[in-house]
């Protein structure tokens, strides 16, 4: 009887490890498929998510090649009359815009009879090591017979932008690119020529670089036809692979990333053999291990999912918005009567503030703006609104006109229902002459004073409305100050608003500094203000100085008479010009002995502002060199009451300075001896 129960006992226990052995590896197979599950929806979701920005790049390349065909064309329309100025007009595309290899335009058969049946003229950036260089000429000929050309041809009958297929361009680029094609039409309507700008592929390949998302994985970039702009790699017979494909809107091209499945799902055998010998061991271990590995395995590969999918997406956004922003101060060396310094800090990892500036034939382009909303579709629309500010610019002078531009071209594609402050500025540096628009933006300071603007409407709100722009006349040390909503709207721990009147008060303490020295108090003082209060909105800052040209001398002592005729061209007030000409001769003296000793090659800048105080008026002399750090007001005083022979060598000079000026103060920034000298009206 007891061996019976013990073989009842044995059996019941067989059966028991027989159900929990097939309860155990139905659970282990389930496992499998969800964990197999949870990695091809991983894999899909960064496949799909770097396909995306690739797409939002390309896309953003696309659209600038696109407005910049347009824009050749209008240039080219205006010039028709003078076939001299097709050289002008594509050359200055290919110079203006970077990402632009080679433009031209093509005539139909002799219409220009002095120049021939071939007329096409283009522009190139060839590179030679690591310079490139802009080639402009005349290209058509037999041996060039852009007739038979696809784009040409297209261009003709399409009256639209055309992209072609990928082609060697061996007369224009001497690339491999695609060419975006857009016809040009005479007074009467007529298409008479052809603008064609070129896409380098090896762009391309660069955009799609980052798309080997796995190791083996493969990335490929086609048109809409099917032919390889970046080609698929061969792949290997008998190989499974899992391929993802992203249509570009724009242009009808797709973009594919190609991963092999024995790559993507190596981890996954590997736990596998794990689970299998888990299990021979001994079931309670292998349970508890699978139980506690699936867990973890599932709750690692969607963590691991989310964060990678946001930090590519917000990688690739700063990117892009740090690439567009300047970034190099002082931005004009050769300028000297221009000091202009910005900066924009994100509330969030990247933000839809934006400020931009560049010169063209002495004048000063410039804006700032704030795009509503937050995030990564802000962001986006910051870069289209700074590429339309750049892209219009090239050609266009008027700020109203500048802004409605831009305005019609977001409007027109505005589903999202965006919008855009933004204040566009465009001062001529010959005589200081603003000419100036508000699209809805916070209004500017003029020393310290708000600068009267017209309530013009949000760009992006409504097609087709009419901007109004507004001049005046800055004179020389005139400060403007442009911000975003972030300065004014910042707030501490008490939800107290930092205010416009705290910060026209704060302004108007530093009329005196230079742009750069302005911003950065201002976002300290601000800092200050917040103190452990979380930034809620983008903090934006621009500050233009529009001053007298400075003195530039080498260091040569017999340079320094130069300084009595500068001064007297500055209009000092009489009784104030023999102190003035024997301290900036003195402090210029100890700067080409102390800071370029031995006769060093060096320069030395004095420039000059005259600010409006509390008490009065002021001037304000800055000495700057880049030579070796020299700090004059940490030489002791002069006891002048020492006899020659008692005294010790050097301190006169200063001593001189100090006594001729009220104020004297020394810093060393970006490598210079910066010397200001104050003297009160």
Not at 373 to 393: C, D, E, Q
């Amino acid at each position: 009887m007891d061996e019976n129960k013990k073989k009842l006992a044995r059996a019941g226990g067989f059966w028991i490890l027989l159900v929990a052995g097939l309860v155990l590896e139905a659970t282990a197979c389930l496992q499998y498929f969800y964990s197999r599950t949870a990695i091809q929806h991983e894999a899909e979701n960064r496949a799909r998510a770097e396909l995306r920005a690739a797409e939002l790049e390309i896309n953003a390349a696309t659209a600038e090649l696109e407005a910049a065909a347009k824009m050749l064309t209008n240039m080219v329309e205006l010039s028709l009359d003078n076939p001299e100025g097709m050289y002008t007009c594509t050359r200055t595309l290919v110079e203006t815009l970077d990402n632009v290899e080679s433009a031209g335009v093509a005539f139909i058969a002799d219409y220009y009879p002095s120049k021939g049946r071939w007329y096409e003229i283009c522009s190139s950036r060839i590179s030679s090591g690591d310079s490139a260089r802009i080639y402009t000429r005349q290209i058509g000929n037999k041996d060039h017979d852009y007739f038979q050309a696809e784009w040409f041809n297209n261009g003709l009958t399409i009256d639209s932008t055309w992209w072609s297929e990928p082609y060697l361009d061996d007369a224009g680029a001497q690339a491999m690119v695609v060419s975006c094609s857009y016809p040009v039409h005479d007074k009467e309507g007529k298409v008479v020529a052809v603008v064609c700008v070129d896409l380098s592929i090896s762009r391309l390949h660069r955009v799609s670089e980052y798309l080997q998302v796995y190791k083996d994985s493969y990335y490929s970039i086609a048109s809409a036809t099917g032919v390889d702009i970046v080609a698929r790699p061969d792949t290997m017979p008998g190989r499974k692979y899992m391929i993802f494909e992203e249509e570009i809107d724009a242009t009808g091209w797709h973009i594919s990333i190609i991963i092999p499945e024995d790559i993507l799902y190596a981890d996954l055998r590997h736990v596998g053999l794990i689970v299998t010998i888990l299990m021979i061991l001994g079931l309670a271990l292998l349970i508890f291990i699978m139980y506690h590995s699936g867990r973890n395995i599932q709750n690692l590969i969607s963590a691991n999912s989310q964060k990678e999918r946001m930090m590519n997406e917000l990688e690739i956004a700063q990117t892009i918005q740090r690439a567009m922003l300047p970034k190099v101060f002082p931005p004009f060396a050769d300028r000297l009567d221009l000091n202009i310094y910005g900066m924009v800090d994100p509330a969030k990892e990247i933000g839809g503030d934006l400020y931009d500036f560049y010169v063209r034939h002495d004048k000063l382009f410039f804006c700032v703006g704030d795009v509503s909303g937050k995030g990564v579709p802000a962001s986006l629309v910051m870069a289209t609104i700074r590429s339309l500010f750049r892209s219009v610019t090239a050609h266009e002078e008027h700020a109203h006109l500048i802004a409605t531009q831009i305005n019609d071209t977001l409007a027109e594609q505005n589903d999202q229902n965006m919008f855009v402050t933004l204040f566009i500025g465009v001062l001529d540096l010959t005589n200081g002459h603003l000419h100036y628009c508000n699209a809805g933006h916070n209004a500017p300071l003029l020393n310290g004073e708000m600068l009267t603007v017209l309530p013009n409407l949000p760009i992006g709100v409504l097609t087709g409305f009419e901007y109004q722009s507004q001049e005046i006349d800055l004179h020389p040390s005139d400060l403007l100050f442009l911000y975003t909503d972030g300065l004014t709207e910042a707030e501490n721990t008490r939800h107290e608003l930092f205010g416009e009147s705290r910060m026209l008060e704060e302004v108007k303490k530093m009329l005196a500094l230079r742009p750069r020295q302005i911003v950065d108090a201002m976002r300290a003082t601000v800092a200050a203000f917040a103190g452990d209060a979380q930034q809620s909105d983008d903090l934006t800052m621009l500050a233009i100085r529009f001053q007298l040209p400075a003195i530039v001398m080498r260091n040569d002592i017999q340079q320094i008479p130069t300084l009595a005729e500068w001064v007297d061209g500055l209009n000092v007030p009489a009784e104030f010009n023999m102190p003035i000409n024997l301290a900036l001769e003195e402090a210029v003296s100890n700067v080409m002995l102390y800071a370029y000793p031995d006769r060093t090659d060096g320069k030395v800048f004095v420039e000059y502002l005259e600010v409006p105080t509390e008490q009065g008026r002021q001037m304000i002399f800055t000495i700057s060199d880049s030579g070796i750090p020299f700090d004059p007001t940490q030489k002791s005083e002069a006891d002048i009451t020492l006899s020659a022979e008692e005294r010790a060598i050097g301190g006169l000079g200063i001593h001189l300075v100090r006594q001729l000026m009220d104020q004297i103060i020394y810093e060393r920034i970006d490598d210079k001896n910066i010397l200001t000298l104050i003297k009160k009206l």
